[in-house]
C-alpha cells in the first residue's frame, strides 16, 4: 500500500527483521531418519524370507535339513538389507537331536544381536570330528558335521551379501580348464573313485577349499577347484 508523506523528512533508520516472526515463517526441518540396525528388541515379523538347504552326511542316518530366515530391515529405502534371524534343522535322524536344538537356538539368538555375525561360519568350520572327518560329494573335505553346517551358513551369507564370494576370472578358469585336460589325457586309467569325484582320482587336498582337487604339472601343485597354486 502507498502512503503519501507530507511532512518533511527529518531523519530515518531501517527497521531490522524480528526473529521471532522469521521463525515462524521458516519452513520446519525434518530430522533425517537413521537406518534401523539389527538388533534383539525388534520383534519377529509374521512374514520372514527362508530358504532351505539339505545336505547328507555319511556320519548320519537320514539328510539333514537346515532352514535360516531373514528379516528385511527399511524395506524400500536405500538402506534395506536383508540379515538372518533365525536357524532351524530339521531330520529324521534322533541321534544328533540334543545338541543340535542347542546349536540352532545359539546361532539364532546371534543372529537376532545383530553386529557382525559372520564370525560363526569360522568358529563353526574350525570344528573337528576326534573320530575323523569325511569327504563330500565333490571331493570337498568336512572335518565334522558342525563344519558342514557352518559351511551351509557362510554359503547362505554370500547368498544375501554379507559375505564376499571369491570368485575367479575367466581367464583362470580358462587355465585351469586346460591343465585338467593336460593331466587326464597324460593319465588314461580311471578308477571308481575317480568316476565318484569331479576331479582326478590321485588329486590331493588343498589347503586352501579343503577340496582333494589339487594335481601337480609340470612340478606345480595346482588345485582345479578354487586356483590355489604353489608357483604363484
Not at 537413521?34 to 520383534?43: H, L
Not at 545383530?114 to 564370525?119: E, I, K, L, M, P
Not at 544375501?160 to 587326464?184: D, H, P, Q, Y
Not at 589347503?207 to 578354487?226: E, F, N, Q, R
Request: with cysteine.
Amino acid at each position: 500500500m502507498t502512503v503519501k508523506i507530507s511532512n518533511k523528512i527529518v531523519g530515518y533508520r531501517v527497521k531490522k527483521a524480528d526473529p521471532e516472526a522469521a521463525a515462524e515463517h521458516q519452513a520446519p526441518v525434518h530430522a533425517e531418519t537413521k537406518p534401523v540396525q539389527m538388533n534383539e528388541y525388534i520383534e519377529r515379523p509374521d512374514f520372514l524370507l527362508g530358504t532351505t538347504y539339505k545336505i547328507k552326511p555319511p556320519v548320519a542316518e537320514h539328510a539333514m535339513y537346515i532352514t535360516i530366515n531373514d528379516i528385511l530391515l527399511n524395506e524400500g529405502t536405500d538402506h534395506e538389507s536383508r540379515q538372518p534371524y533365525e536357524v532351524f534343522i530339521n531330520s529324521k535322524s534322533m541321534e544328533h537331536f540334543q545338541w543340535v536344538i542347542a546349536l540352532t537356538r545359539v546361532i539364532s539368538a546371534v543372529f537376532r544381536k545383530g553386529g557382525d555375525v559372520t564370525f560363526l561360519v569360522e568358529e563353526l568350520r574350525s570344528v573337528y570330528d576326534p573320530n575323523g572327518g569325511y569327504f563330500k560329494k565333490g571331493g570337498v573335505f568336512m572335518p565334522s558335521l558342525v563344519a558342514e553346517i557352518g559351511a551351509v551358513i557362510e554359503k547362505h551369507l554370500k547368498a544375501i551379501g554379507l559375505l564376499e564370494s571369491e570368485e575367479m576370472s575367466e581367464t583362470t578358469k580358462r587355465i585351469l580348464a586346460e591343465k585338467r585336460a593336460e593331466f587326464e589325457a597324460s593319465h588314461t586309467t580311471a578308477t571308481n573313485d575317480e568316476k565318484a569325484s569331479d576331479y582326478p582320482a590321485n588329486a590331493t587336498m588343498c589347503g586352501k577349499c579343503s577340496t582333494k582337487a589339487v594335481i601337480v604339472m609340470d612340478g606345480c601343485a595346482t588345485c582345479l577347484s578354487c586356483g590355489d597354486s604353489k608357483c604363484g
